[in-house]
C-alpha cells in the first residue's frame, strides 16, 4: 500500500478515536480515569504517529532508504515537540478545570488529524508518462557513460 494512503488512513482513523475520546469524557461527566478513554487516547497516539512516520517516509522520495527512515522517525518527534508548545498556549487560554483543557487541546489535534487525513486522501501521485519513462533521456556527458 502507498505511503500516503497509510498516513491518510491512519491520521483520520486516530483523529475519530480522540473525538469518541473527548465524547466519552463528556458523556461521564468529566471522569478521564476511564478504561476505555485510555485506550482511545494511546490508540489516537499510535495512530498519529504511524500517520507523520509515513509521510514523513514520503518527503524524501528520491533518497536512499536509510534517510527515509531517519526522516521517518524524526518526523512524528518533531510534531510532538510542536505540538507540545502548542498544548502549553492551548491550556493557558482556558484557566479552571484541567479536564475542559486537555479536553479543548485533544479536540483541536484531531481536528487538525482528520482535516490533513482527508486533505492526503485528495493529493494524486502524478502518473508516469505513458512510454514508462519518468525521467528524459540524459544528454551530455551523463549520456556518454
Known sequence: MDPRRIASIAAVLGGIGW????????????????????????????????????????????????????????????????????DQGIKGVYPGESWLRDEVSVLVAALIAIVLGFWGFGRHRPEPPAGGRRNPPARGRRAAR
Not at 25 to 54: K, M, N, P, R, Y
Not at 64 to 80: G, H, I, K, Q, S
Request: charged share 10%; net charge negative; aromatic share 8%.
Open 19 to 86: 473525538l469518541a475520546k473527548v465524547g466519552l469524557i463528556w458523556l461521564e461527566g468529566g471522569e478521564t480515569d476511564s478504561v476505555l478513554v485510555t485506550i482511545l487516547d494511546v490508540a489516537g497516539w499510535a495512530l498519529f504517529a504511524v500517520a507523520l512516520a509515513a509521510a514523513g517516509y514520503t518527503l524524501v522520495e528520491r533518497a536512499p532508504v536509510w534517510l527515509r527512515a531517519v526522516v521517518a522517525v524524526a518526523t512524528p518527534l518533531l510534531v510532538l515537540m510542536v505540538w507540545m508548545l502548542l
